[in-house]
């Protein structure tokens, strides 16, 4: 896409790798319910914790560095922009 716009490929690079990890720290830190948590009408704020704290620590054990990955290719990325 960034070639079909005129632009280098490192630019559809770089816009690919910001927005992966904005949407892995996304889904790291937005709130979701307590596994226990039950409702009669709604959720209360207590019913509500970050997704981390729920998340099994394999998947944690594959994603991060899979994120440090993408950071590390994104800095290699800056070096064509200029």
């Known amino acids: 896409m960034a070639e079909l716009s005129g632009r280098k ?3 559809g690079n770089i816009l690919y790798g910001s927005v992966d990890l ?3 720290a996304y889904g790291l830190t937005k709130f979701v319910t307590k596994p226990d948590a039950w409702r009669l ?3 209360l704020p207590n019913d509500y914790v970050r997704a981390y704290k729920t998340t099994h620590p394999l998947i944690h054990t594959v994603d991060r560095p899979t994120d440090i990955f993408t950071a590390v290719s994104l800095a290699g990325q800056w070096g064509c922009v200029k």
Do not use: I, N
């Open 22 to 24: 904005g949407m892995s």
């Open 41 to 43: 009408f709604r959720y």
């Open 9 to 11: 490929t490192c630019v």
